[in-house]
Nanobody, 122 residues
Framework: QVQLVESGGGLVQAGGSLRLSCAAS????????MGWFRQAPGKDREFVGA????????AITDSVKGRFTISRDRTKNTMFLQMNTLTPEDTAVYYC???????????????WGQGTQVTVSS
């Protein structure tokens, strides 16, 4: 059974950093693409970034480029989202997801974690 479990969320002051983790099991870690998404209150869920299994190349959305970094540890089947210089606009529930395709499209993601709350205070 594929399972994704996020951790590392919390409350941080503006300008601070957090590192989210996504532990994968059940074959999810070998998915061609694993990604991070977020949903702020009252807004649609949006793409944050993704990492491609075959190359470890990453894609990051423009709004967080230069502040957020995606990586993974294959030995631990864990993906990370390092978030620096956080602003209140980054407040959201952050989800990790896995896709059977090489894709950035949210609709193409097959497996989702339960989400972890990130709150950035001003």
């Amino acid at each position: 059974q594929v399972q994704l479990v996020e951790s590392g969320g919390g409350l941080v002051q503006a300008g601070g950093s957090l590192r989210l983790s996504c532990a994968a099991s059940g074959g999810a870690f070998s998915s061609p693409t694993m990604g991070w998404f977020r949903q702020a209150p009252g807004k649609d869920r949006e793409f944050v970034g993704a990492i491609f299994w075959w190359s470890d190349n990453t894609a990051i959305t423009d709004s967080v480029k230069g502040r957020f970094t995606i990586s993974r540890d294959r030995t631990k089947n864990t993906m990370f989202l390092q978030m620096n210089t956080l602003t209140p606009e980054d407040t959201a529930v952050y989800y990790c997801a896995a896709s059977k395709k090489t894709t950035l499209r949210q609709l193409d993601y097959d497996y989702w974690g339960q989400g972890t709350q990130v709150t950035v205070s001003s």
